[in-house]
Structure formats: C-alpha cells, structure tokens
C-alpha cells in the first residue's frame, strides 16, 4: 500500500492545467483562476497626491515665519489650476492631486487660520503627507501571477488598474457518479435493502465549492455494460471522473476490468484511515479518481488528494495544502498502527495559548456526523498506536472546502 505522501507524488507527477482560457468581464470572475499574469497599465496612485486634509505649500516658504496666504483649493478630482506663488500655501483635500510646486503638505490639526494666512507653529519635515505616484504599483508591474484564485482580496486591486476584462482558465469539468444497487438518490423512497446516495451529494457539493462545472451521472447498478458506456460517456465529456464505491476488494473487478480496457490503473490502495480503496488512473482523455463507498472514507479521499489534482488541473499555481500543527488532546484516541489516520476533531486554544483538540466521537468511517461537530482532522503517524489524554498529536485544520461558513 502507498503512504499519503507516494500518492500525491503520482498523483500529482503527470497531471497539467487545462489549456482553454475565457476572456471574461471583472464583475463575473470571483472564483476563477487567472491563466496570465495582471501587469499593471498604470501607476498607482496616477498622480502625487494628498494623505490628508490640510494644506500644501513650498518647504523652504516655512522660513519666512510668517502666515501664508492660501492661493486656492485643491479637492480630489478637481485639481487646483492656479500658480502657486513664493510664500502662499493651497488648501488640500485627501486624494487631491498634488499642485505643481507644492512638496510639503501639513494637516490641518496643525494648522492655524489667521486674517493673515495660515500659521503653522509644529514641526514639518519636507514631503510629509504625500503619497507618490506609483507608491503602490509601478506602471508594467505583475501585480497577480497567473495561477491566482479570483476573490474580493484580488479583484478590487483589478478594477483599481482600470481593466475590466481579463482571461482566466475555463472551469474544469467534472463527472461524477456512484456505483452500487443498494444505493437510492436523495428524495426517492428506499426499497428493502437500499441507502441513500450521500456520497455523489457531498462529492457534487465539494466539487462545486472548488468552482468545477459538474456533470452528475447519477446512481450506476453493478453491471458491467452499464458501467462501461458510463465510463465511455464521462471519458468523452469532463476532464475528470470521479466515481463512489466499486473500490474495495469484492467489488472492484469490474471497475478494474474497464480501467484496463479504456485507460489505465496508476494506484488502487493507500495506507490512510478512513480511505484505504482509493483508485487513481487515466482514462483515454480523462483522469480517474475512485473514490471508497464509505462516506466518511469518501470524503477524507476527496480532500487529502482529489482536492490538490483539481488544483492543478484547474491551473491553481498558488494552491497550499492546510498547514499541520502541534496540539495537546484532551481525550484518549483509539489506533492501532500501520496507516495514516485522520480522525475527526474540534480544536481550540486554551487560556494558556495552547492549541488543544477534542475528538467528535465514534471515527467509524460510516460515521458522518463526526465531520458536522469538526472543524479539523486529527493526524496520527501510520506507526503510532494508541494515544493517551494529554498527549501531543498534529492536527490539521479545515480549509474553506470543509469548513462551516
């Protein structure tokens, strides 16, 4: 069996960004994934301009200790026109462009208004209060990198460099289906024998929040014709499939047999709990994930390795995999040695600073209530076993993709 971290090695080693891009308006690409670079047109701010409200003036004018005369107003766009004489100041608003012979601006909390003019009686130090022209960015700047997830900390810097369309990579398509004559889609009534199919459910909704565009094939039943043109029709169609159940042993000859016959198998079993019947492999056009029936299994798999592949084959450069980090348990955690556990926990921090963790209950891997009660995983080493209360153990905490909103 293949440790977590040989998985995503092969997972990851051949799979490439998707080659279609879009060129599409700023206003509809929250989610979407940069396929170039954002070089800036402009320089940002585009001119010199105040930092705040007070008046502007000459330095080397603060010598002749005595009030200024204002010449005029300066407000954020509408520049002052006039000309700035020796001795006279300009009254300056926050974001107004700098006038032509103006480099000190002083706020007016420390002002003076006389009938003379303005007294300034505080310490001015020259170019105070100015915010230079291209301070921020520079004209011709890589302000995003490609590989950029598109959200409300990326696209008003975009809108701030004025442009208003930009190429981004299409959404990966993703066909998804569950295999199994015992299951029943949500809302139907279940016959003797049957569950529903909370799989296909979790995986569509995780899939979604990924930004994929998801063709769900729905429940396939255990005979090879009909998986086999399910198959075909995903192959033809998405440039991912993922499939639920059909991937432990008893169940897998015909999922292996048409694997073989229209693709290939790059690795069938992980040392990981939940998850063990993990299928990876290449279909004619499409990646294949096969991911294990039970739901909690199915979700672990999708998050520790379906998750990173999306990322790469959605162009996701910048994607990071959730930082890991040292706590003290609060309970003792059942394991026996020889896989990689990822038990579900709710982690905090304690009076003293310290990160702490709970275990949510029974880890069984049909168990899903033990993920609506987590906000992270519990990480146990594939040799360790049984773990004691007040042991440090590395958790690692829920991405957006888990986490409740």
Not at 246 to 271: C, N, R
Not at 369 to 380: G, K, Q, R, T
Request: one cysteine or more.
């Amino acid at each position: 069996m293949l440790s977590l971290n040989e998985a995503l090695e092969k997972l990851l080693e051949k799979p490439v960004a998707i080659n279609d891009t879009l060129i599409i308006p700023l206003n509809n690409a929250a989610g979407y994934i940069l396929s170039e670079d954002i070089i800036s047109p402009i320089n940002v701010p585009p001119f010199d301009n105040s930092a705040m409200d007070g008046y502007g003036l000459r330095y080397s004018d603060l010598g002749i200790q005595a009030p200024l005369p204002m010449a005029g107003k300066a407000f954020a766009g509408v520049p002052f026109d006039g000309e700035l004489l020796k001795g006279q100041c300009v009254r300056i608003m926050t974001g107004a462009m700098v006038p032509t012979g103006v480099d000190t601006i002083i706020m007016q909390e420390e002002a003076e208004v006389t009938e003379e003019g303005i007294h300034f009686p505080y310490p001015v130090k020259q170019g105070q209060n100015i915010r230079r022209m291209g301070e921020d960015i520079k004209q011709n700047d890589i302000v995003l990198p490609a590989g950029t997830q598109l959200s409300t900390a990326q696209l008003p810097l975009i809108a701030s460099l004025g442009i208003a369309n930009i190429r981004v990579y299409r959404p990966l398509k993703v066909a998804v289906f569950s295999t199994g004559d015992e299951l029943q889609t949500i809302g139907q009534p279940l016959n003797a024998g049957q569950i529903y199919d909370t799989n296909r459910f979790a995986v569509r909704l995780m899939l979604e929040k990924l930004g994929c565009d998801v063709l769900d094939l729905g429940v396939v039943p255990d005979n090879p014709d009909t998986l086999r043109e399910t198959f075909k029709k995903a192959d033809q169609e998405a440039d991912l499939v993922i499939s639920s159940g059909g991937v432990s042993v008893g169940e897998a000859d015909y999922t292996k047999q048409i694997l073989d016959e229209i693709g290939e198998i790059g690795f069938w079993k992980l040392a990981i709990k939940p998850g063990k019947p993990f299928a990876f492999g290449k279909l004619h056009n499409a990646w294949f994930c096969g991911l294990p029936g039970n739901p909690v299994s199915a979700t672990v798999t999708f998050y520790q390795l379906v998750q990173p592949l999306i990322a790469r084959l959605s162009g996701f450069s910048l994607w990071k995999a959730p930082q890991r980090f040292h706590a003290i348990t609060q309970s003792p955690l059942k394991k026996s040695a020889g896989r990689l556990d990822f038990q579900r926990g709710y982690a905090s921090v304690n009076a003293q600073g310290e990160w702490q963790v709970a275990t949510t209950g029974h880890q069984g891997s049909h168990i899903y209530s033990s993920f609506s009660a987590a906000n992270c995983f519990i990480v146990l080493e594939r040799e360790r076993g049984k773990v004691e209360a007040g042991e440090t153990v590395t958790i690692e905490l829920f991405n957006p993709l888990l986490k409740s909103e």
